[in-house]
């Protein structure tokens, strides 16, 4: 049978306790001294203590910029983690959620990993427990599991395959072609997606990402009558009715790619607000205008935002590496179980780089999708 099947109830990680915890722990907004005197000392301590900050497009401007102006740098999960293993830095501080400083860790485990806050985490991966991802893999054992980046360590260790959504259509329809049934976790919308264009059998895990989810399609069809000349840039971790009206779905540096390169004078992008920092930095005469959510009831038109995200900030890097604190451990045997589904999802980019690099909708090669 070729089909979609949820078997699994839908996460609690959406509730409001978790995420009002998180927007607590959001700093207050810096005045431009505060910023400058910050920065300066970040800067210091990166360079004496031999430290390199990389940096995820969602978090604050001040934290990306100070990446790129102090040779680290700012990009998707994936190459966060790629760019830590091949620095030579053996100390990396890592901007973004948790599970892309374990990505970090379990990919360099011979270095030093610090983040800013580690209770910046992630709805899909709050919403995935690694024991019961491990009861939902016992009950279907004909399938091959697949599980999308943004999972903690112990479900990747539980995995095959790991995948971003850069090439998330590639390995599903090679293993398709195989005759492998699919075990796919955490989001549902971009395994939606993956099984409406490979016509696998995917059995879901019920997850989504709690700013994408948010995203709706009428509301998005109203806002392109007001801009008729804009092209819309989707995340595929958005619903199916938005990703229907998408001119390119693809991951974040893919959407970056596509402001940069298109012709239109506007944009609605369909992503975490913090992307358009980077966005207007690389493309300044270009107009953003952001996908509307309309807000938990209405009380917004867009609150694009992860609360996860918001917690890192200037002063968590410097309390990094003045103290130490925030490190990353990821334990034996889950580390070299979780390295594994990793390595054969790199393994199978480097030998099918055209199979990659295949347009599909918007996805480009080698570009994760957090």
Excluded at 241 to 270: H, N
Excluded at 291 to 312: I, L
Excluded at 323 to 333: A, D, L, M, T, W
Aim: aromatic fraction near 6%; hydrophobic fraction near 40%.
């Amino acid at each position: 049978m070729n089909g979609l099947q949820f078997d699994y109830t839908r996460q609690d990680a959406s509730g409001q306790s978790c995420t009002a915890l998180a927007w607590a722990k959001a700093p207050k907004p810096l005045t431009r001294d505060e910023r400058a005197h910050l920065k300066e000392r970040a800067r210091t301590l990166l360079k004496e203590r031999g430290a390199v900050l990389v940096a995820h497009y969602y978090v604050d401007g001040d934290l990306q910029d100070l990446a790129v102006e102090t040779g680290g740098c700012v990009s998707d999960s994936l190459e966060m983690a790629r760019f830590g293993r091949d620095h030579a830095a053996q100390t990396l501080i890592v901007a973004g959620v948790r599970f892309m400083g374990e990505s970090a860790k379990i990919l360099s485990p011979e270095k030093r990993v610090l983040m800013p806050d580690l209770d910046a985490t992630c709805s899909l991966d709050l919403g995935c427990p690694a024991d019961q991802f491990a009861a939902f893999c016992d009950a279907h054992p004909d399938r091959t599991v697949v599980v999308y980046a943004n999972t903690s360590a112990a479900v990747k260790a539980r995995a095959d395959w790991m995948v971003t959504s850069s090439c998330a259509l590639s390995i599903v329809g090679h293993l398709h072609a195989q005759g492998k049934k699919i075990l796919w976790a955490p989001d549902r919308h971009l395994g939606s997606y993956v099984q409406r264009q490979t016509g696998a059998d995917m059995l879901m895990w019920s997850g989504d990402c709690i700013v994408h989810n948010e995203f709706k399609g009428t509301e998005l069809e109203l806002l392109r009558q007001e801009h008729p000349l804009a092209k819309v840039l989707v995340h595929p971790e958005s619903p199916q009715s938005v990703v229907e009206q998408a001119d390119v779905v693809g991951s974040t540096a893919q959407l970056l790619k596509a402001v940069i390169e298109m012709d239109a004078p506007e944009f609605i992008v369909a992503t975490d607000n913090g992307m358009f920092h980077r966005m207007h930095q690389a493309a300044p005469n270009k107009v953003l205008i952001e996908a509307p959510t309309a807000g938990n009831s209405a009380t917004c038109k867009s609150c694009a935002h992860c609360p996860w995200m918001a917690m890192n900030a200037l002063q968590g890097v410097i309390d990094c590496l003045e103290q130490g604190s925030g490190e990353i451990h990821v334990e034996e045997p889950v580390r070299s179980q979780a390295l594994g589904c990793i390595d054969r999802m790199l393994d199978f980019v480097k030998a099918n780089p055209a199979a990659i690099a295949r347009p599909a909708q918007g996805f480009v090669p080698n570009i994760g999708a957090a």
